[in-house]
């Protein structure tokens, strides 16, 4: 069975870094071209940041572009997000997604305050 599970988020203050990991199985992970979501509270979901199967392309948002970096450790079956100088506007449940065919994670929550 195919299976998503994030995690690394928590609660950080503005200008923080947090981590975000995202294990699968069930699934050839490194065939996948894999993706990074959020929902921010009554805001609809946004695609964050995607890296191709071999992790070579990557395509982010030009709200986090230059702050978040995705990366994948295809042996490992395993997707990050690193996320340095963090927002107040980036506050969102985090989830990870597989392309073709779509798969989500449970999501996992980033919040930043102080």
């Known amino acids: 069975q195919v299976q998503l599970v994030e995690s690394g988020g928590g609660l950080v203050q503005p200008g923080g870094s947090l981590r975000l990991s995202c294990a699968a199985s069930?699934?050839?992970?490194?065939?996948?071209?894999m993706g990074w979501y959020r929902q921010a509270p009554g805001k609809q979901r946004e695609l964050v940041a995607r890296?191709?199967?071999?992790?070579?392309?990557?395509y982010y948002a030009d709200s986090v572009k230059g702050r978040f970096t995705i990366a994948r450790d295809n042996a490992k079956r395993t997707l990050y997000l690193q996320m340095n100088s963090l927002k107040v506007e980036d506050t969102a449940v985090y989830y990870c997604?597989?392309?073709?065919?779509?798969?989500w994670g449970q999501g996992t929550q980033v919040t930043v305050s102080s």
């Open positions: 997604r597989t392309m073709a065919p779509t798969y």
């Open positions: 069930g699934i050839a992970f490194s065939i996948y071209v």
């Open positions: 890296i191709s199967s071999d992790g070579f392309t990557d």
